[in-house]
Nanobody, 118 residues
Framework: QVHFVESGGGLAQPGGSLRLSCAAP????????TGWYRQVPGNQWELVAR???????LYADSVKGRFTISRDTAKRTVNLQMNSLKPEDTAVYSC????????????WGQGTQVSVSS
């Protein structure tokens, strides 16, 4: 089973920052694009940010100017820097990879919990 591993979640105060990291040991050669998604219980998964090997980046309107997605080639990870956090950002965050044809690689991971509260 291909397993994408998320880390970096936790508790932050409003206006604070967290940095998430996504890795997929053993399958990096297959990954053309990686997206960060989030889900509040009872809601649908929503795309937060996506980056591909050509450098194309997409952000949800709700996080533009606050979140930054990037690739770390040396560490073979895709990171999501989250600044100016709001309580509305509270959710489970999960990453998912896609091959060059657009097919997802592996299932949803367990995700990492991000909680923003004072």
């Amino acid at each position: 089973q291909v397993h994408f591993v998320e880390s970096g979640g936790g508790l932050a105060q409003p206006g604070g920052s967290l940095r998430l990291s996504c890795a997929a040991p053993g399958v990096s050669y297959m990954v053309y694009a990686t997206g960060w998604y989030r889900q509040v219980p009872g809601n649908q998964w929503e795309l937060v940010a996506r980056i591909d090997s050509a450098g194309n980046i997409l952000y949800a309107d709700s996080v533009k100017g606050r979140f930054t997605i990037s690739r770390d080639t040396a560490k073979r990870t895709v990171n999501l820097q989250m600044n100016s956090l709001k309580p509305e950002d509270t959710a489970v965050y999960s990453c998912r990879g896609f091959d060059s044809s657009g097919a997802p690689i592996g299932p949803w991971g367990q995700g990492t919990q991000v909680s923003v509260s004072s």
